[in-house]
T-cell receptor, first 109, second 114 residues
């Protein structure tokens, strides 16, 4: 089967750095996405990786290793507004998006 | 950036009634739109793929007679939950595809069936 695994919940401190991991097993690979979702709202796009390596975008960075079926989202200089769920999604060979259940990130002062 | 508008954002309906949710792409044409359902603490579940001018493609386990999808134009898709029951209460989200790699989400609709 196809599945995406990510931790259910993480806690971090304001101003710190947190890394959210995502491992995947899918039928083929055509890219990995990270989305941010605040409670009661739709997801918003954060990043897209299709090649191995690190993509940096401001305070957020995303890393991909296709050989390991692994990605992480790195959030720096955490702010209270970063408290949200972070969803990992992989596009498989049929261009279907397979979603993880999301990681709820709690930021403490 | 591209905007997708979903309406209503919240709706409460009585059991047995039908509810229509609209999804509009405001500044691009979307030949393909997706409808998702999300349960608390669960991942987004794709319900169906809506293609303009043709029948929607439903995922396994999704009742097509209960969740009616119409994609009559390049900017509008609707999801009608027919004869709603409390177990249909959920967060419904649409997504409109601008290009193969770019899709944008609507704001989501919180449906509560009482």
């Amino acid at each position: 089967g196809q599945n995406i695994d990510q931790p259910t919940e993480m806690t971090a401190t304001e101003g710190a750095i947190v890394q959210i991991n995502c491992t995947y097993q899918t039928s083929g690979f055509n890219g990995l996405f990270w989305y941010q979702q605040h409670a009661g709202e739709a997801p918003t796009f954060l990043s897209y990786n299709v090649l191995d390596g690190l993509e940096e975008k401001g305070r957020f960075s995303s890393f991909l290793s296709r050989s390991k079926g692994y990605s992480y989202l790195l959030l720096k200089e955490l702010q209270m507004k970063d408290s949200a769920s972070y969803l990992c999604a992989v596009k498989n060979s049929n261009y279907q998006l397979i979603w993880g259940a999301g990681t709820k990130l709690i930021i403490k002062p | 950036g591209a905007v997708v508008s979903q309406h209503p954002s919240r709706v409460i309906c009585k059991s047995g009634t039908s509810v229509k949710i609209e999804c509009r792409s405001l500044d691009f044409q979307a030949t393909t739109m997706f409808w998702y359902r999300q349960f608390p603490k669960k991942s987004l579940m794709l319900m169906a793929t809506s293609n303009e001018g043709s029948k929607a493609t439903y995922e396994q386990g999704v009742e097509k007679d209960k969740f009616l999808i119409n994609h009559a134009s390049l900017t509008l898709s609707t999801l009608t939950v027919t004869s709603a029951h409390p177990e249909d209460s959920s967060f419904y989200i649409c997504s409109a595809r601008e290009t193969e790699l770019k899709a944008f989400f609507g704001q989501g609709t919180r449906l509560t069936v009482v």
